[in-house]
C-alpha cells in the first residue's frame, strides 16, 4: 500500500490507518529530515525479527534506533542523563540527529543482548511524529539504503515503493527524501563524542 501525506498537515485518519498497521505487526517505509527509513513497533518482536532478517542482522548485534515523538520517551529507555546531555539533546531535537544513550530496562530484552544503548532519533518531520504520537510508543527505524553506491540512500518514494511492495506493508509518500543520513552522536561518556557525520551540525 503506498499513501501521501503532508508534513505541513498530516491527515489524521491516514496517520491512523498506519498506527493500525504497525499494531498489526506492519513493517512501514516512512519519510523523517532526512532519509528515508523502514520501521515497525518496538513491542512487536516478530516484526522486529522480520527487519532484522531483511537486513542479515541479528536483533541484537544491530544498531537499529528507536525514533520517538518527543523527549519524553528519553527516559522511558534511557538511563538518567546529566543535565548538560538533556540540554544538548534539547537544543538539536528535534532534528537530523541519533544520540546514543545507556539503555534502561524498559528496551525490549531482544534488543539488548550484551548491548547497553540505545539511539534516541526525533525527526523534524511532522509526519513520522505524528505516527509515533498515535501508536504510543516508538518504532524501530533503519535506512534504506540504494544498492547503487552513487546514491546509497534512495530518495523517490514511488521508487522505494516499486522496490520494496513485497516487504514493506505500507509506503509513506512525503515527499523526496534526501541522500544525506542524520548524525550519530554517542552520550554514553564524559566525552560527547560525534560517531558520524550527517545532515545535523551539532549545537552546543
Known amino acids: 500500500m503506498l499513501i501521501r501525506l503532508f508534513n505541513e498537515n498530516p491527515n ?27 520501521g515497525c513497533d ?12 531483511f537486513k542479515g542482522l541479528k536483533i541484537e548485534k544491530s544498531n537499529f534506533s528507536f525514533i520517538c515523538s518527543d523527549l519524553s520517551h528519553l527516559s ?8 548538560s546531555v538533556f540540554k544538548l539533546i534539547k537544543k538539536n531535537l528535534p532534528g ?6 545507556e539503555a534502561n ?11 547497553k544503548t540505545v539511539g534516541i532519533r526525533i525527526p523534524d518531520n511532522n509526519i513520522i511524529r505524528d505516527i509515533i504520537f ?32 513485497d516487504f514493506a ?3 509513506i509518500d512525503g515527499g523526496p527524501g534526501e541522500l544525506t543520513p542524520s548524525t550519530i552522536v554517542d552520550c ?5 563524542k560525534i560517531v558520524r557525520e550527517g545532515k545535523g551540525k551539532l549545537e552546543f
Open 76 to 83: 522511558d529507555y534511557s538511563r538518567p542523563i546529566s543535565n
Open 134 to 165: 498515535e501508536l504510543g510508543n516508538p518504532i524501530l527505524s533503519t535506512s534504506i539504503r540504494d544498492e547503487d553506491e552513487i546514491r546509497e540512500y534512495t530518495t523517490d518514494p514511488e521508487l522505494i515503493y516499486e522496490k520494496y511492495k
Open 12 to 38: 489524521p485518519r491516514e496517520v491512523r490507518k498506519v498506527t493500525e498497521v504497525l499494531r498489526d505487526g506492519g513493517i512501514i517505509i516512512y519519510p523523517t529530515d532526512t532519509v528515508y527509513g523502514l
Open 105 to 115: 530496562n524498559n528496551v525490549p530484552k531482544y534488543f539488548k543482548g550484551k548491548k
Open 42 to 53: 518496538i513491542t512487536n518482536a516478530k516484526a522486529v525479527e522480520k527487519v532484522a532478517r
Open 188 to 192: 554514553t561518556s564524559d566525552e560527547i
Open 96 to 101: 537530523p540527529f541519533t544520540f546514543i544513550l
Open 169 to 171: 506493508d505500507l509506503v
